[in-house]
């Protein structure tokens, strides 16, 4: 089930959150994942890590909230860009 959806173009993507914390660290991370609306389930979701930490997980996902869509979108289309030109 997508915690948020956004678009981008004509392309609808449904949002999951997700914390993620290393064995070496108390902290943990908050990552976002994209996955394209109508796609199968083998599609791979695009992975982007959102600049916010924190040594409590309902702190993390209380901030999650607080992102606005065109945040969102915009780490998208960042992570979009950067995949484009990586092939």
């Keep these: 089930m997508a915690w948020r959806v956004v678009d981008i173009g004509a392309q609808r993507w449904n949002v999951s959150i997700a914390a993620e914390r290393q064995p070496s660290s108390p902290l943990w991370y908050l990552v976002l994942a994209f996955r394209a609306a109508g796609a199968g389930p083998h599609r791979a979701a695009v992975w982007a890590p959102y600049p916010f930490e924190s040594a409590s997980k309902a702190a993390l996902f209380a901030r ?7 945040e969102l979108v915009a780490l998208l289309a960042e992570q979009l860009s950067a995949a484009h030109q990586a092939t």
């Design 64 to 70: 999650a909230e607080s992102i606005a869509d065109d």
